[in-house]
């Protein structure tokens, strides 16, 4: 007589995080590598995308694979079959919620390294350097050249006014990122439940 005992049974899934600890109430340790994958791969993002070449539109929009893959792979290390929807939904919720928290966190990191170390230097061909007081108001000196009439509509007068305006702005596409990432995490997640086999039932012996 085989006896098949279900991931629910003694430790979450294959990923041998006692049932009594809190964390394995509700997700795998799969899970969890998956979230440090997420981490490695945000900061690669963040790298490419923010740093070495500053394109910060595609840094959102990856935020979508990122996502998918991460809710995916978050129950594929796991093990887990489509008859455990809240490990399933548990795990690929945690792996994107860090993965998309870091992705955020990236992304205000290098905001307020630029915000703060801007000292207004500006290549000779185009102007040469601003003439400004470090951080905010360099910021807002550069942004006023190009988008004046915006920040004016806006009721952005001064370096305070444009500071704050600044970083709502900023804390806007941060949670937007969170939510994104976390969002597509869910629908990895689902995928990959969708796409396996039932798992069998604890209490079924062959």
Not at 105 to 134: E, H, N
Not at 165 to 186: E, H, I, K, N, R
């Amino acid at each position: 007589m085989t006896r098949f005992v279900s991931a629910e049974s003694g430790l979450a899934g294959d990923a041998g995080i006692p049932r009594g600890t809190r964390l394995g109430r509700f997700v795998d340790k799969g899970a969890i590598t998956a979230a440090y994958v997420g981490i490695g791969m945000a900061v690669t993002i963040a790298i490419s995308f923010l740093l070495v070449i500053p394109i910060e539109p595609v840094y959102w929009l990856l935020s979508v694979p990122t996502g998918l893959l991460i809710g995916y792979y978050a129950n594929a290390r796991s093990g887990r079959g489509r008859g455990h929807l809240r490990r399933l939904a548990g795990n690929a919720l945690f792996a994107g919620l860090v993965t998309g928290l870091t992705l955020a966190v990236l992304l205000l990191g290098v905001k307020a390294l630029f915000f703060f170390a801007d000292d207004g230097y500006r290549d000779p061909g185009l102007g040469g350097r601003i003439s400004c007081t470090p951080g905010a108001d360099c910021v807002y000196q550069r942004y006023l050249e190009d988008q004046g009439a915006a920040l004016k509509a806006a009721g952005v007068t001064d370096p305070t006014s444009f500071g704050a305006f600044y970083w709502t702005q900023q804390a806007g596409t941060a949670q937007l990122l969170v939510t994104l990432t976390t969002g597509f995490g869910l629908a990895g997640g689902a995928i990959y439940g969708l796409t396996r086999p039932r798992s069998r039932d604890a209490s079924q012996v062959a």
